[in-house]
C-alpha cells in the first residue's frame, strides 16, 4: 500500500500516483464521483510532503533559545489562526474565510522549491519555479477545485488584493514573532540590521497598520537586545 | 524577550504572559484596541506549543516505512485542507468555513492534556482534563472570541452537528491514509485487529458514507497486508 515512491514531490513521480486511489475505490461509488475522490486524496497525501520542508526560524520551547526549526505544514496551520483572530486588525475589510484558505496553501509550492529563508539571498528564478510547482500540484485536483485554489494561490503572491495583503502581513509578523520569543532567532545568524528588518518586512503595514505598529515595538526591542544590529550612523 | 516561561504550557505559567503585549504596544492604539491585541497576541503565542504534541502516527517521507512522528499543529493543518477539499462527500451539507475552523482548532486542548494515540488504553478522566485545558486556552483571548471558539471546540467534541460529524470524520479518516502509506504505520505496533478498526473507526460513515467506503477499502488491503490482524473466526 506504499504508494508514494522515493521522490514524490518531483514532477514525474506523479505518475505513480494516478490511478491508485481509482484502482482502490469502492465498487459502488459512481465512476464520476470515484475520479474526484480518487484524484482529491492523491493531492490531500501529495501535499503530506509539506512537513518536511524546514524554515529557518524556531519553534518555542522550555530553551529559551528556542526548540527545532519550524517546518512549513505547522507554520500554515498557525498563520491561518492568525488570521481567523487578528481580522478586526485589517486595514481593509477582509474575507476571513478567503484569507484563511489561501495562507492553508500559500506554502505548498515549497514541496518542490523548498523555503527561501526571508534574509538569505534570494533565488531570481523563485517565482518562475514556484509557479511551476504550483501548477503541478492544484492539477492533481479535479480542474474546478485545482483552478480555483491556484486562483487563490497566484492571488497570495501578487499581493494585490485586501485579502491577499493582509494574509501577507500575517505571513510576515508570525515569524517575527517566533524571533522575538526564541532569543532572536534567526535574526542574529544572518546579522540583520534594522534597515533591512523595515525593508523587508514593512509591507505588514499595507495589511495592518495596527500590526505593523505591533512590529516595529518587537524590532526596537530586538535592536535594545542586541539581536538586530542598528545600522551604522 | 524570552517571555514564555519553561513550563508555559501549564496554567500557572500563564500569569507570566499576561501584560506582556499591553506593557510593548505601540503608544498609539487606544487602549481598548490595545488590549484586545496584546490578549490575541498572546493566545497565538500560547498555541505554538501544539507543535510540539506529537502523536503516534507518522508523517509520509522517502522511507516506505515513513518518517517522524507527526505532531499536531500540521495533523490539524492537513485536517483544515481535507474539510476545503472534501465537504462534496459529507452526508448532510455543512458549512465548510465552520468545519476548517473547528478542525484547526480542535486539538488545542492537547498542549495541556497530550495526544490519546487512538490504539492506546484511554484516559477516563480524558474530557475532563481537556475540558478544563480549552477552558484555560480560549480564556487567554478576548471574551467574545474565546467564547465562540470554546463553543466551537465543544461542538466538535459532541460531535452532535452535521458540521462535527464530519469534521471528525475528517479527523479519523487522515490518520488512516497516513498509516495506509508508511507500511500500517501505528497498526503493527499496537497489533489492531479488524474489529478494533471497525469499532473505533466506524463512525466516519456517520459523517460521510463515501469516506467510510474508501476507509473499508484500505482496511481491507492493510489486512491483505498482514498490518491489521485478521479476527479469530
Chains 1, 2 share one sequence.
Request: hydrophobic share 40%; aromatic share 6%; glycine share 6%.
Amino acid at each position: 500500500m506504499q504508494i508514494i515512491p522515493a521522490h514524490y514531490s518531483r514532477p514525474t513521480d506523479t505518475i505513480a500516483l494516478n490511478g491508485f486511489y481509482t484502482a482502490h475505490m469502492a465498487p459502488e461509488t459512481t465512476p464520476q464521483h470515484c475520479d474526484r475522490l480518487a484524484d482529491q486524496l492523491t493531492f490531500l497525501m501529495a501535499i503530506d510532503a509539506l512537513k518536511r520542508v524546514q524554515r529557518a526560524n524556531r519553534i518555542t520551547a522550555e530553551d529559551p533559545a528556542g526548540g527545532r526549526r519550524e517546518n512549513s505544514a505547522e507554520h500554515s496551520w498557525h498563520v491561518a489562526l492568525f488570521a481567523r483572530i487578528l481580522s478586526e486588525h485589517a486595514n481593509q475589510p477582509v474575507d476571513v474565510d478567503r484569507v484563511v484558505t489561501m495562507l492553508l496553501v500559500h506554502d505548498v509550492v515549497e514541496i518542490d522549491v523548498g523555503d527561501t529563508p526571508l534574509h538569505a539571498t534570494q533565488d531570481p528564478d523563485k517565482s518562475k519555479k514556484e509557479a511551476a510547482a504550483a501548477n503541478r500540484l492544484f492539477a492533481l485536483l479535479p480542474a474546478d477545485q485545482g483552478t480555483a485554489l491556484e486562483r487563490l494561490w497566484n492571488e497570495f503572491e501578487s499581493g494585490d488584493t485586501a485579502d491577499a495583503l493582509f494574509a501577507r502581513a500575517l505571513d510576515r509578523i508570525q515569524p517575527i514573532l517566533l524571533n522575538a520569543h526564541t532569543e532572536g532567532g534567526t535574526w542574529p545568524p544572518f546579522g540583520v540590521t534594522r534597515k533591512q528588518m523595515v525593508a523587508r518586512t514593512g509591507h505588514v503595514a499595507d495589511g495592518s497598520a495596527a500590526l505593523w505598529a505591533q512590529c516595529e515595538t518587537l524590532i526596537d526591542e530586538a535592536v535594545r537586545k542586541g539581536w538586530i544590529q542598528q545600522d551604522a550612523p
